[in-house]
């Protein structure tokens, strides 16, 4: 009798508090079926301020947030947040639709946890602040002059 109450609580327990492995098209389409459910997403990151979750790659290279998520948290500028900036991230949290005082609006998912995915390809989304790469090959330090753009029929 007593094992049979033990194992009825401990089903109750970890019932209650599951994550649920759930697909971000669907969290974004009907975020009321997940309120207040521990979540498990993974997807690409964007943290171009705040942070979001994507549903592919062509949403997320051009922030289209009609397909994305917001992720919670109390700092958004912190560098662990941004080294995940254009990486796949496997988030945990809680969802939730209830907005926060002002600077988080709306639906999204409280963080508990976000872990960058290093064993997929990264998605390749181009930087727009990233103007070139140069690799110096001499010794010697190299300068590089970078001078604005003309106005077209300029010369």
């Avoid at 498990?40 to 051009?62: E, M």
């Avoid at 976000?114 to 997929?120: C, F, H, P, S």
Wanted: hydrophobic share 40%; net charge positive.
């Amino acid at each position: 009798m007593k094992a049979t109450c033990l194992l009825i609580f401990l089903s109750i327990g970890f019932a209650t508090s599951a994550t649920f492995g759930a697909d971000l098209r669907d969290v974004v389409a009907h975020p009321e079926k997940y309120n207040g459910r521990q979540v498990d997403l993974i997807r690409i990151a964007r943290v171009p301020g705040y942070f979001y979750l994507f549903a592919d790659k062509t949403a997320a290279a051009k922030t289209d947030l009609s397909k994305a998520l917001l992720i919670r948290q109390n700092n958004f500028a912190e560098r662990q947040y941004r080294a995940a900036d254009r990486q796949w991230v496997r988030v945990t949290g809680v969802m939730s639709s209830e907005s926060r005082r002002g600077w988080d609006p709306g639906t999204g998912v409280l963080l508990k946890r976000v872990q960058l995915l290093r064993d997929r390809p990264s998605p390749r989304i181009k930087d727009a602040t990233v103007l070139g790469v140069f690799q110096n090959a001499t010794v010697e330090p190299l300068a590089i002059d970078l001078l604005p753009r003309s106005e077209p029929g300029a010369t």
